[in-house]
Structure formats: structure tokens, C-alpha cells
């Protein structure tokens, strides 16, 4: 069974980049779109994007001049990079995979919490 | 963007009891919509894709119907591992939205 994990800072200041990563285990990169959802405390999910293995992207409008999301595939995991963060971009921050059809997420990380503060 | 509205917000259940909850959306997405249950502190879990074909190892108390605009997940007999939030989410085009949420209490 797939398994994901998010990692990175719990704190980023006002203005800064937030950076999480997702590492793959059991199980490749390749030929599968991941991508990133969040959630604010006591709110509703937000998707943000996702990435092809090849490395294409589709990515929400509402973040897109401010997210990029990449791959590395010889460390199977793959990365989210948001810029010019502030205190709306506070939430959990899940990576997941998406289905077969490439039109579900079926398998979830258990989620990092994100606080923008300085 | 499509706008994806469920109903109820939240609602009462005993344990048994049959429960319904429906998601609209802004326009027809055909069957592109998928079904998360999510317990506090977890990250969601996909029941049901397509609208209406069962995740492997789901349940079959969870079913899923509807096309085009409106949509329901159905919980056959309400049981204690049940007592979550649901989200509906439309895949039919980017971006990927979803519902609010119904979050599914004990009464």
C-alpha cells in the first residue's frame, strides 16, 4: 500500500516561501499525478494543483502566480513551493495521489499544519 | 470555477438510521464526482468516485448515485465509525473544487 508524508517548517513568517515536500514509499512516482490540498483550521478543503510524473502542472488560479509544485523522481517525492505567504494561507497542508483515472485522490498523506506568523 | 453546494451543513443521526446527503453542482459534470469521509485530526478518505462506484474496501452501506447537476451519497445504516464529515468534489474541470461539508453527529 502507497503511503505519503508530508514534511517541512510548521512556521513561516508573513511575506516568506512556505516549502513542504511529500516522500512516496512503497510504491514509484512514476505514471501517477499527485497533488496538494489544505484546509484551513475548521474549514473546507482547497485543492491547489497537481503534477504529472513528466513534470506537467495544473494549478488553482486563485494561488497560480504564487505555487509551484515539482518532482523528483530519483528521491520519489515531490515538493510544493508557495510565495509571498500571509496569516489566509494558514492550514494543513495534505499531499495525495490521484486514482487510476486520474480523476479522484485516493490515497492521502496525513496532513502538516502550516502557521503563517511572524 | 464550479461551484459544488452540499446539504445538509450538518445533521443528526441514531445509529440504523438511513442517512442522505446531497451535493448540486453550478453546472452539469456529467459523473465526475467523488465522495470523501473525514474524521477529525485525519486527512479525508475516498468512498465513493465516479458518483457512484464504491472505493475498494468501502463498505457497502455507502452508495452514491446521480449525473449532470445533483448528486447523493447514501449511508444505508448509520454506524459508529460513520460519525464524520463528508465532502462531495468535482473533477469534471479544473480547479477541482468542493463542498463545505456535512458533518454526520450522534443524536
Known amino acids: 500500500q502507497v503511503q505519503l508524508q508530508e514534511s517541512g517548517p510548521g512556521l513561516v513568517k508573513p511575506s516568506e516561501t512556505l516549502s513542504l515536500s511529500c516522500t512516496v514509499s512503497?510504491?514509484?512516482?512514476?505514471?501517477?499525478?499527485w497533488s496538494w490540498i489544505r484546509q484551513p483550521p475548521g474549514k473546507g478543503l482547497e485543492w491547489i494543483g497537481y503534477i504529472y510524473y513528466s513534470g506537467s502542472t495544473n494549478y488553482n488560479p486563485s494561488l497560480n502566480s504564487r505555487v509551484t509544485i515539482s518532482l523528483d523522481t530519483s528521491m520519489n517525492l515531490f515538493s510544493l513551493k508557495l510565495t509571498s505567504v500571509t496569516a489566509a494561507d494558514t492550514a494543513v497542508y495534505f499531499c495525495?495521489?490521484?486514482?487510476?483515472?486520474?480523476?479522484?485522490?485516493?490515497?492521502w498523506g496525513q496532513g502538516t499544519l502550516v502557521t503563517v506568523s511572524s | 470555477d464550479i461551484r459544488v453546494t452540499q446539504s445538509p451543513s450538518s445533521l443528526s443521526a441514531s445509529l440504523g438510521d438511513r442517512v442522505i446527503i446531497t451535493c448540486r453542482a453550478s453546472?452539469?459534470?456529467?459523473?465526475?464526482l467523488n465522495w470523501y469521509q473525514q474524521k477529525p485530526g485525519k486527512a479525508p478518505k475516498l468512498l465513493i468516485y465516479a458518483a457512484s462506484t464504491l472505493e475498494s474496501g468501502v463498505p457497502s452501506r455507502f452508495s452514491g448515485s446521480g449525473s449532470g447537476t445533483d448528486f447523493t451519497l447514501t449511508i444505508s445504516s448509520l454506524q459508529p465509525e460513520d460519525f464524520a464529515t463528508y465532502y462531495c468534489q468535482q473533477s469534471y474541470s479544473t480547479p477541482w473544487t468542493f463542498g463545505q461539508g456535512t458533518k454526520v453527529e450522534i443524536k
Open positions: 512503497n510504491g514509484f512516482i512514476s505514471s501517477y499525478y
Open positions: 453546472q452539469s459534470i456529467s459523473t465526475y
Open positions: 495525495a495521489r490521484l486514482g487510476e483515472d486520474g480523476y479522484n485522490l485516493d490515497c
